[in-house]
């Protein structure tokens, strides 16, 4: 008998995040996973620094995904999501930290 994963996800209407927004996104997934990837809809990244190095005054779409576990923050022009595949205190954590950094009007009460 093996226990089913449960997936946790949280959407989020419209955001404006920053660079150090990201910089607290990227910190909470290392926090719980080996690997830290970014794209947007142009282009894939090996580092935030790489990210931030396209002079781009604005991107409407860009994926953080964190590998084993996985987990990923999904920032879109028409909404942003938060997702974890699996159950567990450290990513149940991470989950409400990301929704925090990513959700600028509760940042204030996490």
């Given at each position: 008998m093996q226990r089913i994963k449960k997936s946790y996800s949280v959407r989020l209407n419209p955001v404006r995040v920053y660079y150090d927004d990201l910089?607290?996104?990227?910190?909470?997934i290392r926090e719980v996973s080996s690997k830290v990837g970014f794209s947007s809809d142009e282009y894939t990244f090996d580092s935030l620094e790489d990210l931030i190095s396209v002079k781009k005054e604005k991107m409407c779409t860009l994926?953080?995904?964190?590998n084993?576990?996985?987990?990923?923050v999904e920032l879109k022009?028409?909404?942003?999501?938060?997702?974890?595949?699996?159950?567990?205190?450290?990513?149940?954590?991470?989950?409400?930290?990301?929704?925090?950094?990513v959700n600028?009007?509760?940042a204030e009460r996490c």
């Open positions: 910089e607290k996104v990227v910190e909470c994926s953080i995904v964190g084993s576990p996985y987990i990923s022009r028409d909404g942003a999501s938060v997702y974890v595949e699996e159950d567990s205190p450290a990513l149940r954590a991470c989950l409400k930290k990301l929704f925090c950094v600028a009007p509760c």
